[in-house]
């Protein structure tokens, strides 16, 4: 099960959580168990840049997740 | 409005053109006579990148008006080239990769021929402060002063440099 | 893709570029320097004010003049709901922009476009749009972070509420996001550490101070299809920016991209772009803009002034065990400062277990800020290196021993969360240590301090196209525009894999019309990922002109290899066929030799840099002088190692221009006093020593030969290596930003 860290800003819709064990074998996939089990999290995230295993991965939807991934939301990046 | 007659030597041809009075020479020559190659950087005379010369002196082109280049000449960095023979400043230049974007490198390489011209063998405080009026954001000098010291050194010592390469 | 040899023929050389010759010649076509028959002049009218509101704009008697032929106001864009684009600035808010580009009911700083104007002479068009009436109802001004922050401070946006809160605001503010970062115990980590350091830093706006003012020309045809000529970070980019806020469709406007005379992250947004393609709309004729440069200063740019308060605590033995880092930035008239990459990077270098960072972008009445290098992670590492070089003061250690214990390594969390990959920060350290320049003797009143730096770096959509002319030649053809050097890099990867002489190929950036889409030239991406493209399209070329050779001597695939640029029988069967053969004949095997790549590549590897910088100050003027300075940076691997290291001494001097010269400064009405070279100060050559470099490569595992992103990290290190230098020098910690020699004095005075 991929490891999800929820940070600080989205604490308020995991109720505090920070961290959880999610099945998915897509982002897309972790994106809609994250909806069903807090839901209002997915806007949140679609907006969000995804950092699959220390790695942020432009538009990750189809990214595909490993059992032991780790995945982490975090502000958009930006670039000089 | 009328505009006033100008005669000169631009890069070692003579030329005549028109412009207005309040016109710069910077204008004339980018927007009357199509020479892109001197840029404008600030229009104050705070960047060198406009740098010419002017009888024999380096000025920003920015600064000169265009009527007052009557009679004299003129030299731009489509001058600098000898037919298909680059400068040894503009040889340094690329083989030191002494530019990024570029656009300053007009104006360094015209600033550091009118250094060289008035002192060949300069050491480095006096190539610094030699194109001290010369800004560039992208490289951090180091390799524009250390192409204008090999630029130096090739032409002040032609053979060596030969055998070296 | 990952198989990384050693060896290399091209990849590590230092070739001469190939749009050399245009650049030393002067052919080279920059922005400003497009032109064609019969175009109009463009200029835009601005705001004396700061803050107000727009009561009437008045423009008939300007319309009148002979010669003008368009003027557009705020009424002529559309109004955009809030919405937000990605590229490699991630998030842009169109609806900000538009408003940016030009105001609507309000302006919001001095300098903010009100009108525009087109006219068949550009002194027509300045006295036509000195003769626009503009009625303002001036509003209180805000123009610094303390009163915008304040409770009852003007409040810019009636509609901005706070994100990121506990509990969700009841009323506006200036404060348009909280951004927080929070690990482990605090409490316990205070407990556990025996000193701690606490203070308060500030910066002042910067500006990216590219020599190349904006400029455009566009030109829109009967049919509604335009062109745009312009300079800028990235075309495509430019294009979906401004066809959306002229609501026209992206597809009916190419741009082509002139040379780029620097950008530094400064032309990765637009701001005359949109304006010439409607007056040249509304007009039916070609309308040329340049800015002066006190547009530039006063309405493009900067990057953020911030405030910021870190407090960190260290174990005898070194050890970070806690830290509190409070930030805000200006982000300008509109939301959106760096205080994301902020907050993220700001102790990013090191592994502290109990951490707290809070951060806020703050909007008040100054030009909106732009992407510059490393967005946000300059000042903040000011003020956490600046804390560390104190804390190893107090500890008795050499602060570069004290940043190797603490260091973040490869699997280590990353404060903001991830697990490190591979990275090469404890390398940068090492080779500064061992660097003769940090053991150097020093004289009175020098000092020598260092600092380090850390980057994201970015990947980014990519599409190359490499393509091989009947002669054996090649054309690698990409999106971005070059900044730097990033066409030579380009080929010479090009090169290495197809083998062939690196000036056999022609490396070209095309416009919208003739290549996919590409990214911007930002997030120091273009030889990282664009490299990715043009690699795997060389080696597909190299697979089919394979398959083609085993075509020819009717020979199975497996029996033919690639050998020096040429298609060689593993058998000896037969003789080995060249790129010109194979090129010549490809109508009889299958058409032209070309392949294009599209990438979305992750894995861009992150960069650090470890700088060390000597300086001498005079006691009796303040002024600081730079004596000696050194850049040790992770480049996963150079391909160009001459703009590799270019990149980092031009990133190094930009950081100590805004360590010791630069900044805006407003008078009390919030008029900019300095949009000039004169007074905003950048270095010059005179000001500074060589700037010595140590590339280290560490090789990222993401790409074919290493490469990590360089062109940003380099500008992180150098306001805190100045400060410690200073420091070592007098004994004075400068908090504030630039430290200027009347800054200097003040301190030196303070005994
Ligand atoms: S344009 Fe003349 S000095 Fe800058
Ligand atoms: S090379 Fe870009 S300003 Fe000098």
Same mark, same amino acid.
């Given at each position: 099960?991929?490891?999800?860290?929820?940070?600080?800003?989205?604490?308020?819709?995991?109720?505090?959580?920070?961290?959880?064990?999610?099945?998915?074998?897509?982002?897309?996939?972790?994106? /809609?168990? @994250? *909806?069903?089990?807090? &839901?209002?999290?997915?806007?949140?995230?679609?907006? %969000?840049?995804?950092?699959?295993?220390?790695?942020?991965?432009?538009? /990750?939807? @189809? *990214?595909?997740?490993? &059992?032991?991934?780790?995945?982490?939301?975090?502000? %958009?990046?930006?670039?000089? | 409005?009328?505009?006033?007659?100008?005669?000169?030597?631009?890069?070692?041809?003579?030329?005549?053109?028109?412009?207005?009075?309040?016109?710069?020479?910077?204008?004339?020559?980018?927007?009357?006579?199509?020479?892109?190659?001197?840029?404008?950087?600030?229009?104050?005379?705070?960047?060198?990148?406009?740098?010419?010369?002017?009888?024999?002196?380096?000025?920003?082109?920015?600064?000169?008006?265009?009527?007052?280049?009557?009679?004299?000449?003129?030299?731009?960095?489509?001058?600098?080239?000898?037919?298909?023979?680059?400068?040894?400043?503009?040889?340094?230049?690329?083989?030191?990769?002494?530019?990024?974007?570029?656009?300053?490198?007009?104006?360094?390489?015209?600033?550091?021929?009118?250094?060289?011209?008035?002192?060949?063998?300069?050491?480095?405080?006096?190539?610094?402060?030699?194109?001290?009026?010369?800004?560039?954001?992208?490289?951090?000098?180091?390799?524009?002063?250390?192409?204008?010291?090999?630029?130096?050194?090739?032409?002040?010592?032609?053979?060596?440099?030969?055998?070296?390469? | 893709?990952?198989?990384?040899?050693?060896?290399?023929?091209?990849?590590?050389?230092?070739?001469?570029?190939?749009?050399?010759?245009?650049?030393?010649?002067?052919?080279?076509?920059?922005?400003?320097?497009?032109?064609?028959?019969?175009?109009?002049?463009?200029?835009?009218?601005?705001?004396?004010?700061?803050?107000?509101?727009?009561?009437?704009?008045?423009?008939?008697?300007?319309?009148?003049?002979?010669?003008?032929?368009?003027?557009?106001?705020?009424?002529?864009?559309?109004?955009?709901?809030?919405?937000?684009?990605?590229?490699?600035?991630?998030?842009?808010?169109?609806?900000?922009?538009?408003?940016?580009?030009?105001?609507?009911?309000?302006?919001?700083?001095?300098?903010?476009?009100?009108?525009?104007?087109?006219?068949?002479?550009?002194?027509?068009?300045?006295?036509?749009?000195?003769?626009?009436?503009?009625?303002?109802?001036?509003?209180?001004?805000?123009?610094?972070?303390?009163?915008?922050?304040?409770?009852?401070?003007?409040?810019?946006?009636?509609?901005?509420?706070?994100?990121?809160?506990?509990?969700?605001?009841?009323?506006?503010?200036?404060?348009?996001?909280?951004?927080?970062?929070?690990?482990?115990?605090?409490?316990?980590?205070?407990?556990?550490?025996?000193?701690?350091?606490?203070?308060?830093?500030?910066?002042?706006?910067?500006?990216?101070?590219?020599?190349?003012?904006?400029?455009?020309?566009?030109?829109?045809?009967?049919?509604?299809?335009?062109?745009?000529?312009?300079?800028?970070?990235?075309?495509?980019?430019?294009?979906?920016?401004?066809?959306?806020?002229?609501?026209?469709?992206?597809?009916?406007?190419?741009?082509?991209?002139?040379?780029?005379?620097?950008?530094?992250?400064?032309?990765?947004?637009?701001?005359?772009?949109?304006?010439?393609?409607?007056?040249?709309?509304?007009?039916?004729?070609?309308?040329?803009?340049?800015?002066?440069?006190?547009?530039?200063?006063?309405?493009?740019?900067?990057?953020?002034?911030?405030?910021?308060?870190?407090?960190?605590?260290?174990?005898?033995?070194?050890?970070?065990?806690?830290?509190?880092?409070?930030?805000?930035?200006?982000?300008?008239?509109?939301?959106?400062?760096?205080?994301?990459?902020?907050?993220?990077?700001?102790?990013?270098?090191?592994?502290?277990?109990?951490?707290?960072?809070?951060?806020?972008?703050?909007?008040?009445?100054?030009?909106?800020?732009?992407?510059?290098?490393?967005?946000?992670?300059?000042?903040?590492?000011?003020?956490?290196?600046?804390?560390?070089?104190?804390?190893?003061?107090?500890?008795?250690?050499?602060?570069?021993?004290?940043?190797?214990?603490?260091?973040?390594?490869?699997?280590?969390?990353?404060?903001?969360?991830?697990?490190?990959?591979?990275?090469?920060?404890?390398?940068?350290?090492?080779?500064?240590?061992?660097?003769?320049?940090?053991?150097?003797?020093?004289?009175?009143?020098?000092?020598?301090?260092?600092?380090?730096?850390?980057?994201?770096?970015?990947?980014?959509?990519?599409?190359?196209?490499?393509?091989?002319?009947?002669?054996?030649?090649?054309?690698?053809?990409?999106?971005?525009?070059?900044?730097?050097?990033?066409?030579?890099?380009?080929?010479?990867?090009?090169?290495?894999?197809?083998?062939?002489?690196?000036?056999?190929?022609?490396?070209?950036?095309?416009?919208?019309?003739?290549?996919?889409?590409?990214?911007?030239?930002?997030?120091?991406?273009?030889?990282?990922?664009?490299?990715?493209?043009?690699?795997?399209?060389?080696?597909?070329?190299?697979?089919?002109?394979?398959?083609?050779?085993?075509?020819?001597?009717?020979?199975?695939?497996?029996?033919?290899?690639?050998?020096?640029?040429?298609?060689?029988?593993?058998?000896?069967?037969?003789?080995?066929?060249?790129?010109?053969?194979?090129?010549?004949?490809?109508?009889?095997?299958?058409?032209?030799?070309?392949?294009?790549?599209?990438?979305?590549?992750?894995?861009?590897?992150?960069?650090?840099?470890?700088?060390?910088?000597?300086?001498?100050?005079?006691?009796?003027?303040?002024?600081?002088?730079?004596?000696?300075?050194?850049?040790?940076?992770?480049?996963?691997?150079?391909?160009?190692?001459?703009?590799?290291?270019?990149?980092?001494?031009?990133?190094?001097?930009?950081?100590?221009?805004?360590?010791?010269?630069?900044?805006?400064?407003?008078?009390?009405?919030?008029?900019?006093?300095?949009?000039?070279?004169?007074?905003?100060?950048?270095?010059?050559?005179?000001?500074?020593?060589?700037?010595?470099?140590?590339?280290?490569?560490?090789?990222?595992?993401?790409?074919?030969?290493?490469?990590?992103?360089?062109?940003?990290?380099?500008?992180?290190?150098?306001?805190?290596?100045?400060?410690?230098?200073?420091?070592?020098?007098?004994?004075?910690?400068?908090?504030?930003?630039?430290?200027?020699?009347?800054?200097?004095?003040?301190?030196?005075?303070?005994?």
């Amino acid at each position: 099960m991929a490891r999800i860290f929820f940070p600080t800003s989205l604490q308020q819709l995991t109720g505090g959580t920070e961290e959880c064990e999610i099945e998915a074998s897509t982002v897309r996939e972790l994106f /809609a168990r @994250l *909806e069903e089990r807090f &839901p209002g999290i997915r806007e949140q995230v679609a907006s %969000a840049a995804v950092a699959i295993d220390g790695d942020v991965v432009p538009g /990750a939807l @189809l *990214e595909p997740l490993d &059992p032991d991934s780790e995945v982490h939301f975090l502000p %958009a990046i930006s670039g000089g | 409005m009328s505009r006033t007659h100008v005669t000169c030597v631009l890069n070692g041809d003579p030329i005549d053109f028109l412009c207005n009075d309040y016109q710069t020479l910077l204008s004339v020559l980018r927007d009357e006579l199509g020479m892109i190659g001197t840029k404008e950087g600030c229009g104050t005379g705070d960047c060198g990148a406009c740098s010419v010369i002017l009888d024999g002196q380096l000025v920003c082109s920015c600064l000169v008006f265009g009527p007052e280049v009557e009679g004299r000449s003129i030299e731009t960095i489509e001058g600098m080239a000898d037919g298909q023979h680059l400068h040894p400043l503009q040889e340094s230049f690329l083989e030191g990769a002494a530019f990024q974007c570029g656009v300053c490198t007009p104006g360094f390489l015209v600033a550091a021929k009118a250094l060289l011209d008035r002192n060949p063998t300069p050491t480095e405080t006096e190539v610094r402060y030699g194109v001290a009026g010369n800004l560039c954001r992208c490289t951090g000098y180091d390799k524009i002063v250390r192409s204008i010291l090999d630029a130096a050194s090739r032409m002040s010592n032609p053979q060596t440099h030969k055998e070296a390469t | 893709m990952t198989t990384t040899r050693t060896g290399y023929k091209w990849v590590g050389t230092r070739p001469v570029r190939h749009d050399g010759l245009d650049k030393v010649t002067g052919r080279a076509r920059f922005g400003a320097d497009y032109a064609t028959a019969g175009m109009l002049h463009g200029v835009v009218l601005r705001s004396p004010h700061p803050h107000a509101h727009i009561v009437a704009i008045d423009f008939s008697d300007a319309l009148a003049v002979p010669g003008v032929k368009a003027i557009i106001t705020g009424a002529d864009l559309p109004d955009l709901s809030d919405e937000f684009g990605t590229g490699s600035e991630g998030g842009i808010n169109f609806r900000d922009l538009s408003r940016n580009i030009l105001a609507r009911d309000k302006v919001l700083y001095e300098g903010h476009p009100v009108a525009a104007v087109a006219a068949v002479t550009l002194r027509i068009a300045q006295q036509a749009a000195e003769m626009i009436e503009v009625e303002y109802e001036v509003l209180p001004a805000v123009l610094s972070m303390e009163h915008a922050m304040e409770d009852d401070a003007p409040v810019l946006h009636d509609d901005l509420y706070t994100l990121g809160l506990d509990s969700p605001p009841e009323r506006p503010s200036n404060i348009s996001r909280r951004r927080v970062i929070a690990r482990g115990d605090l409490d316990a980590g205070w407990e556990e550490a025996d000193v701690v350091v606490e203070r308060e830093y500030t910066t002042k706006a910067v500006h990216q101070g590219y020599i190349e003012p904006h400029a455009v020309v566009a030109e829109t045809g009967e049919d509604g299809r335009s062109t745009l000529w312009c300079s800028s970070q990235g075309h495509f980019a430019m294009r979906t920016y401004t066809t959306k806020v002229l609501g026209w469709e992206p597809g009916d406007m190419k741009v082509i991209p002139a040379e780029i005379g620097g950008g530094f992250g400064g032309k990765t947004t637009i701001y005359l772009e949109p304006l010439a393609a409607l007056l040249s709309r509304r007009a039916g004729r070609a309308v040329k803009m340049v800015m002066t440069r006190s547009e530039v200063f006063r309405a493009t740019g900067p990057t953020s002034g911030s405030v910021m308060r870190i407090k960190m605590g260290a174990r005898r033995d070194g050890k970070l065990v806690a830290a509190i880092a409070w930030m805000a930035y200006e982000a300008g008239a509109f939301p959106g400062s760096p205080i994301g990459p902020g907050v993220m990077t700001v102790l990013a270098p090191y592994d502290i277990p109990n951490v707290l960072i809070e951060g806020f972008d703050v909007v008040l009445n100054k030009p909106k800020v732009a992407a510059y290098r490393a967005p946000g992670a300059p000042m903040a590492a000011f003020a956490a290196e600046s804390v560390v070089d104190e804390l190893a003061e107090k500890l008795g250690m050499d602060p570069i021993e004290l940043r190797i214990r603490n260091a973040v390594t490869e699997g280590v969390r990353a404060v903001y969360g991830p697990k490190y990959r591979k990275i090469g920060f404890v390398e940068t350290l090492e080779e500064a240590r061992d660097h003769p320049h940090y053991s150097a003797p020093l004289g009175p009143w020098q000092g020598r301090g260092v600092a380090s730096g850390y980057w994201f770096n970015f990947g980014g959509e990519t599409t190359a196209t490499v393509s091989i002319n009947e002669d054996g030649t090649a054309v690698v053809m990409s999106g971005c525009p070059d900044i730097g050097g990033t066409r030579a890099a380009l080929a010479q990867m090009a090169a290495e894999e197809l083998g062939i002489d690196v000036h056999r190929i022609e490396p070209v950036v095309a416009d919208t019309h003739s290549i996919g889409y590409n990214d911007m030239t930002g997030g120091s991406r273009v030889a990282f990922a664009v490299g990715i493209a043009v690699v795997d399209a060389s080696r597909q070329l190299i697979e089919d002109m394979c398959s083609r050779a085993a075509l020819i001597w009717d020979v199975p695939r497996e029996e033919v290899e690639w050998v020096d640029g040429r298609a060689q029988s593993v058998t000896g069967a037969a003789a080995p066929l060249t790129l010109e053969e194979l090129a010549s004949g490809s109508a009889n095997t299958g058409g032209p030799l070309s392949a294009t790549v599209t990438v979305n590549p992750r894995g861009a590897g992150a960069g650090f840099s470890t700088q060390i910088c000597d300086v001498e100050v005079d006691p009796d003027t303040g002024l600081v002088t730079v004596l000696r300075y050194t850049v040790v940076q992770d480049a996963g691997r150079a391909i160009h190692p001459d703009y590799v290291e270019g990149q980092m001494q031009g990133g190094a001097v930009q950081g100590i221009g805004w360590a010791l010269n630069e900044e805006y400064i407003f008078d009390r009405d919030g008029v900019m006093e300095n949009p000039g070279f004169l007074d905003y100060r950048m270095p010059v050559a005179s000001d500074l020593p060589m700037i010595d470099t140590v590339i280290v490569e560490v090789p990222n595992p993401d790409h074919p030969y290493g490469v990590r992103g360089v062109g940003e990290t380099g500008i992180i290190p150098p306001m805190a290596a100045v400060a410690n230098a200073v420091y070592a020098a007098t004994g004075k910690r400068m908090q504030d930003l630039p430290m200027s020699p009347v800054r200097v004095l003040e301190a030196l005075s303070g005994d």
